[in-house]
């Protein structure tokens, strides 16, 4: 799908230079972008490196396990297939954490982690649970604190407060989240 | 509005330093180990970049952006979105890296503190690379019958979106 829209996006780009005769405009943007195009990712690559050292840091000092057992009992009540205690729960917790925190990188290995575990308990192994539903409802709509990307990006733009953004966000990704699990939680209850 | 959340970060960093000395973490080996990860993916992130700055930048130099955001604008509108964002709307469920070089492209377009740049740098901390997570996290255990999942992931995406917006037309109010 994104195949399809990347060239459909430079074939309609052609096609309108075309109607203008304008072919000299194809050309010179392709070498003006790829240029610029290089400069933001060498700039976000540095700041890549300084982020992915920092959250290194913050697993190996266990900020995210503390605040993975401070989210646990926060997440019983929307997953009640799941026993307590199961496995399958404190890894969902170190995903939404890392989520929270910014740290994509670290929060994908737990989130599968987290599949696997719910899928021992799927008497169906072929179909999705609801609990592994909420799950992913939960990931696609998760609330962030730190949206490191686009602090990063904002960085690279040359923003004056990088960070202004992180509020805002925060705001933004909370409600979204609480109103994807109240979709999610009336759909369970007429699916009973 | 912008001094408390100018603290979060550094906040965050000096809590870390703190309590990972406390706990003897090896700060700076550690902080090595981890940037060497955030290189990696640097670099993994030229080509896509690259390619999608090539590709926005013809789509929009051409009029082709232009046009198809005059076919939408009367949606969009209707909902409050200015037209320029759509490529982003369209993108940002299959790939992060391609989301981040359009958002990139449209700082640099509007400037990052512009409504647009800003509602841009919002809409990628609300919403998720949906498709891509989906397809790993069901395909990793081997489910075929997702039910209703994908199109929940989905709202929750639009729901980012929307919530973005009015968060960005607050403050912009304000």
Redesign the interface.
Known sequence: MVNILWAAMILMGIGFAALQGNGELVTSTLFAQAASGLAVALNLLALLTVWFGLSRVAERAGLLNSLARLLTPLLRPLFPGLPHGHPSLSAIAMNIAANFLGLANAATPFGLKAMEEMQRLNPRPDTVTPAMITFLALNSACATLLPATAVALRAQAGAPEPARIIGPAAAASGAAMVFVLLVDGFLRRRAH | ??S???W??PG??A???V??LR?R?A?YD??????????R???R??PL????????????????LA??AGQAAPFLAAVGFPAEIL?LM??RP???A?A??V??DL??QH???SFI??LA????????T??Y??A???G???????????H??????L??Y???L???GL?FLL
Do not use: K
């Open positions: 509005m912008g408390w959340s100018a979060i970060l965050l960093v809590v870390t330093l309590v990972a706990r973490v700060v550690e902080f090595v180990a981890g940037a060497m990860d955030g290189v993916l640097g670099l992130l030229i970049i690259i390619g999608i700055y090539v590709a926005v930048g013809l789509f929009r130099e051409s009029g082709a046009w198809v490529p369209l993108i299959f790939s992060n391609a981040m070089g958002i990139a700082l640099a400037g990052p503190d740049g800003f740098s919002v809409m990628q901390g609300s919403s998720e949906t498709f997570v989906a790993l996290y069901l990793s255990v081997g489910i075929r019958r997702s039910l209703h999942a994908v929940l992931c989905l709202l929750g995406d729901a980012g929307l919530a973005a009015w968060v960005t403050l």
